[in-house]
T-cell receptor, first 115, second 116 residues
């Protein structure tokens, strides 16, 4: 298996621009998680989906952030408009939440820099 | 509710000496517990996991952890540190119910430094 795939790996944009991050989970997994990691705040859970349905988006910072999962093999995290404080590494993870083993498998991350 | 506390934000050891990274958890249910490692500018990699089988869990790269229910601990150990072990380590607790779909709680991380 190719693991969790994220694109792009690096994104540099200017303040006010729209940014779209993409994630392809591991085939067969039913849960997908978006995290943000910064030096100041550490690793934060932004939102997660189960069976393509958003379960908890309480970690989404504000209305500028939105996430979708149109099908089991694809999810996007969009920031519009972007701001310098959004600069961070964004990780996507997926798991098979079926009972005792909820191991999350992480993608390599997208490093976002907003100038 | 569940929570996890990593007792040390930074640990420094000399190469060849033992490593101990401490983790305490709280959970209303029997938890699953994990340790992840993150090397600089890399993603998170699973080191090992406990899911109610043997209480002593062996992971990759010589790491192991012991689940101690009476102490609500899941400390990570390695007999002999290697320079390549320098990284950040996260302790994670989760339990899967239909209501939370496998949501996990991450500790704040412990930065391990290995001195030559």
């Amino acid at each position: 298996d190719a693991g969790v795939i994220q694109s792009p790996r690096h994104e540099v944009t200017e303040m006010g621009q729209e940014v779209t991050l993409r994630c392809k989970p591991i085939s067969g997994h039913n849960s997908l998680f978006w995290y943000r990691q910064t030096m100041m705040r550490g690793l934060e859970l932004l939102i997660y989906f189960n069976n393509n349905v958003p379960i908890d988006d309480s970690g989404m910072p504000e209305d500028r952030f939105s996430a979708k999962m149109p099908n089991a093999s694809f999810s996007t995290l969009k920031i519009q408009p972007s701001e310098p404080r959004d600069s961070a590494v964004y990780f996507c993870a997926s798991s098979w939440a079926s009972g005792r083993d909820d191991t999350q498998y992480f993608g390599p991350g997208t490093r976002l820099t907003v100038l | 509710a569940q929570s996890v506390t990593q007792l040390d934000s930074h640990v420094s050891v000399s190469e060849g000496t033992p490593v101990l990274l401490r983790c305490n958890y709280s959970s209303s249910y029997s938890p699953s517990l994990f340790w992840y490692v993150q090397h600089p500018n890399k993603g998170l990699q699973l080191l090992l996991k406990y899911t109610s089988a043997a209480t002593l869990v062996k992971g990759i790269n010589g790491f192991e952890a012991e689940f101690k229910k009476s102490e609500t601990s899941f400390h990570l150990t390695k007999p002999s540190a290697h320079m390549s072990d320098a990284a950040e380590y996260f302790c994670v607790v989760s339990f899967s119910l239909n209501t939370n779909a496998g949501k996990s709680t991450f500790g704040d991380g412990t930065t391990l430094t290995v001195k030559p």
